[in-house]
């Protein structure tokens, strides 16, 4: 039986993988800004995929042939410890592992605009100063192929500044990051199946 936490850290990982959310139409809706929507909408319009979710699914997953589930979790596992997250869940049975890091957020680029906007303006900008970035991983069975495993990765992150409020709450979406992960996951598994 799920707790009350474990509910909303199940909620918040859906939420990240279901981009498609077209909040701003809905907002618009609701306060009557958009004449050719109607104020009620649609659970099929709300989880509507867009090419761009579609390409962002297949940019956070990846497919590999080994049907045995425990093994890719432990590689993701080690991983995420190997480039400094704290695993804060792991659920074998479901093959979910979440973690996260938190790692310094300040830009010089923003000190300075902050520094030259008090200057000119006499007042000081908050900067940010610290962030919490966050890993979501499920491990799944492949549909169509019961000797493969479906993993699919989604990292994310919130920026908190100089005043100690939320400046920014966002999914990354480099290319780069996600195929680094897949690249050195895919490193991980051979070395477990040569058993180095």
Known sequence: ??????????????????????????MGAAQGQNNNVSNEVSAADVLKLTPDSMALRQMQTRKYQTADLRKVL???????????FTVNEISPKLGTVLGS??????EAGQVAASLAFALIFGVALPVDKQ?????????????????????RVNFSRIVWND???????????????YQEFFDKLSKSLFLQEQKI
């Open 101 to 106: 890091k938190s790692r310094e957020a300040v």
């Open 74 to 84: 432990d590689s993701c596992v080690g991983l995420l410890q190997d480039n400094g």
């Open 131 to 151: 962030q919490e970035m966050s890993a979501s991983i499920v491990v799944s069975n492949a549909a169509a192929d019961a000797k493969s495993a479906i993993v």
């Open 163 to 177: 005043a100690n409020a939320v400046s920014k709450a966002e999914r990354l979406e480099a290319p780069e990051m």
């Open 1 to 26: 039986m799920l707790t009350i936490n474990q509910a909303s850290k199940w909620l918040f990982i859906a939420f990240l993988f279901i981009p498609s959310l077209c909040f701003a139409d809905i």
